[in-house]
């Protein structure tokens, strides 16, 4: 079965400055995808970035971007120029992209809290 | 309305009573799902349906019977549940062979 792990129940930044949040999974196929959400506070869940395991080029949206090893099985997400509108609980999130029973199944890490400090 | 809708937003129900939790998506997506979300644990996928049928129970007790009448809406039923299933209720839709997951705001859930 296939496991997602966030070690950092917590983390924070100063405004303005760059964190990174890990994340490690565990799984046997070869073709899936990774997620970062975010739940801010008011509790919509957003998509931040996702990642294809076969593509080696690591995802980058604006300012959040992933270091994707794909031989480590690690996808930590990387904030840049933080703001205090990214405060929020980010989730790592896995889906095989294969058939079967696990097809668009997530599956989701603990998350990790994140505040920003003005 | 626009994205993943999800009513009420807060529901305070006894043991014994039943309620309904309603979730609409306007992506045109043909798959939903249903997630617990507790305090201090990890997202709990409870059930999936795609186009209409559901395809995924993840061991959910019966006193959770979820109802997928169209693509576009989802339910879930409850009745005598426990205060341990106070949580927030997570609904969420895709393509079947998408790979985002598109959330609505939840419903807050309290037992009592």
């Known amino acids: 079965a296939q496991t997602v792990t966030q070690s950092q129940p917590e983390m924070s930044v100063q405004e303005a400055e760059t964190v990174t949040l890990s994340c490690t999974y565990d799984?046997?196929?070869?073709?899936?995808?990774l997620f970062w959400y975010k739940q801010p506070p008011s509790r919509q869940m957003i998509l931040v970035i996702r990642?294809?395991?076969?593509?080696?080029q690591n995802a980058t949206e604006n300012r959040f971007s992933v270091n994707f090893q794909k031989a480590a099985k690690s996808f930590s997400l990387k904030i840049s120029d933080s703001q205090l509108g990214d405060a929020a609980m980010y989730f790592c999130?896995?889906?095989?992209?294969?058939?079967?029973?696990?097809?668009?199944?997530?599956?989701f890490g603990q998350g990790t809290i994140l505040t920003v400090h003005p | 309305e626009t994205g993943v809708t999800q009513t009420p937003r807060h529901l305070v129900m006894g043991m014994t009573n039943k309620k309904s939790l309603k979730c609409e998506q306007h992506?045109?997506?043909?798959?939903m799902y249903w997630y617990k979300q507790s305090a201090k644990k990890p997202l709990e996928l409870m059930f999936v349906?795609?186009?209409?049928?559901?395809?995924e129970n993840n061991s959910v007790p019966s006193r959770f019977s979820p109802e997928c009448p169209n693509s576009s809406h989802l339910f879930l039923h409850l009745h005598t549940l426990q205060p341990e299933d106070s949580a927030l209720y997570l609904c969420?839709?895709?393509?079947?062979?998408?790979?985002?997951?598109?959330f609505g705001p939840g419903t807050r859930l309290t037992v009592t």
């Open positions: 992506l045109g997506h043909n798959a």
């Open positions: 999130a896995y889906r095989a992209n294969a058939g079967g029973t696990s097809y668009g199944k997530l599956t």
């Open positions: 349906y795609n186009f209409k049928e559901q395809t």
């Open positions: 799984t046997s196929e070869s073709d899936y995808y």
């Open positions: 990642q294809e395991a076969y593509k080696q």
């Open positions: 969420a839709s895709s393509q079947p062979w998408g790979s985002e997951q598109y």
